[in-house]
Nanobody, 124 residues
C-alpha cells in the first residue's frame, strides 16, 4: 500500500496558477501510473489528468486540456499538476491516486491508492 500526500492547494484568483504536488512513500513509485482527480462542491469526483509510470503517456480531461500539465519526477517520488489559467469552476478538492503497474487510467475504480486531497479555490 503506497501512501500519498498532496500539497500546493490554496486560494487563487481567476486566471492565476497553482502547482500541486503529490509525494509517495513507496520506493517503487516508478512502477505506478499516477492520476489526479477532483471533486467540486456538491458534485461527483471527476478525472483531471493521468500519467504513465514512465512519464511517456499522459491523458487529460477536456475541461483542463491546454491549461493543466501533469508530470512526474521518479527520483523524488513525486507527481505534479501544473494548473494555469484557472477558472472558478476549477474549484474542488484535488486528489492524487496511484495505480500499480497500470496504464494511464481515467476512472477512479482503476486506482488502488488515494491521497487525502488538497483544496483549490479559484475566486472570480
Amino acid at each position: 500500500q503506497v501512501q500519498l500526500v498532496e500539497s500546493g492547494g490554496g486560494l487563487v484568483q481567476a486566471g492565476g496558477s497553482l502547482r500541486l504536488a503529490c509525494t509517495a512513500s513507496e520506493r517503487t513509485f516508478a512502477t505506478y501510473a499516477m492520476g489526479w482527480f477532483r471533486q467540486p462542491p456538491g458534485k461527483e469526483r471527476e478525472f483531471v489528468a493521468a500519467i504513465s509510470w514512465t512519464g511517456g503517456t499522459s491523458s487529460y480531461a477536456d475541461s483542463v486540456k491546454g491549461r493543466f500539465t501533469i508530470s512526474r519526477d521518479n527520483a523524488k517520488n513525486t507527481v505534479y499538476l501544473e494548473m494555469n489559467s484557472l477558472k472558478p469552476e476549477d474549484t474542488a478538492v484535488y486528489y492524487c491516486a496511484a495505480r500499480y503497474r497500470g496504464s494511464v487510467g481515467r476512472y477512479d475504480y482503476e486506482y488502488d491508492n488515494w491521497g487525502q486531497g488538497t483544496q483549490v479555490t479559484v475566486s472570480s
